[in-house]
T-cell receptor, first 112, second 110 residues
Framework: EPEVTQTPSHQVTQMGQEVILRCVPI?????FYWYRQILGQKVEFLVS????????KSEIFDDQFSVERPDGSNFTLKIRSTKLEDSAMYFC??????????FGPGTRLTVL | KNEVEQSPQNLTAQEGEFITINCSYS?????LHWLQQHPGGGIVSLFM???GKKKHGRLIATKNIQEKHSSLHITASHPRDSAVYIC????????????FGQGTRLTINP
């Protein structure tokens, strides 16, 4: 069964450093998403991506965040200068055209 | 006010009990999802509902469009069912991003 994969599973970084979280969506999917979950809180939408551009972003997704689909298979989330409050689980999701149903296993980001 | 509300927030039961988790939403949606999150953090999709009822093994999900309400039932609960169960909705407006409830932490004791 096709699945969304994410790397790394756990990333530890120092405050102020740049991190790139990687996702490989299901190959024929067209819509891509990043969500995050701060420990003990609910999952929140960050950004959606379609046709090589951002289709919607939340208030959380400020200038420190960017997304890219550099090679037609990977979908990356970059945080330019990490803050302590960026520590969270980051989930990638993809869909073909129907409702979202495919999540990656998540990357746990710890900012020290 | 949260667009998706779940109840209860925490639920502890004995093995074998019938479990019900509720979800109410206040926005127009195209679909509703029930997700399972284990302690490691990964999210697994259990059901996607447009309307009506779906069953998969011991899990049953129902959705009432008029009342904007859904329930997840677990029959003959088992300790391995212990997890956080999350209700999420696909909004009609916007980029069809999911809006999540806060989750229900279920603990099944042997």
């Amino acid at each position: 069964e096709p699945e969304v994969t994410q790397t790394p599973s756990h990333q530890v970084t120092q405050m102020g450093q740049e991190v790139i979280l990687r996702c490989v969506p299901i190959s024929n999917h067209l819509y891509f998403y990043w969500y995050r979950q701060i420990l003990g809180q609910k999952v929140e939408f960050l950004v959606s991506f379609y046709n090589n551009e951002i289709s919607e972003k939340s208030e959380i997704f400020d200038d420190q965040f960017s997304v890219e689909r550099p090679d037609g298979s990977n979908f990356t989330l970059k945080i330019r200068s990490t803050k302590l409050e960026d520590s969270a689980m980051y989930f990638c999701a993809s869909r073909l055209g129907g409702p979202t149903g495919f999540f990656g296993p998540g990357t746990r980001l710890t900012v020290l | 006010k949260n667009e998706v509300e779940q109840s209860p927030q925490n639920l502890t039961a004995q093995e074998g009990e019938f479990i019900t988790i509720n979800c109410s939403y206040s926005v127009g949606i195209s679909a509703l999802h029930w997700l399972q999150q284990h302690p490691g953090g990964g999210i697994v999709s259990l059901f996607m509902l447009s309307s009506g009822k779906k069953k998969h093994g011991r899990l049953i999900a129902t959705k009432n469009i008029q009342e904007k309400h859904s329930s997840l039932h677990i029959t003959a609960s088992h300790p391995r069912d212990s997890a956080v169960y999350i209700c999420a909705v696909d909004r009609i407006q916007g980029a069809q991003k999911l809006v999540f409830g806060q989750g229900t932490r279920l603990t099944i004791n042997p």
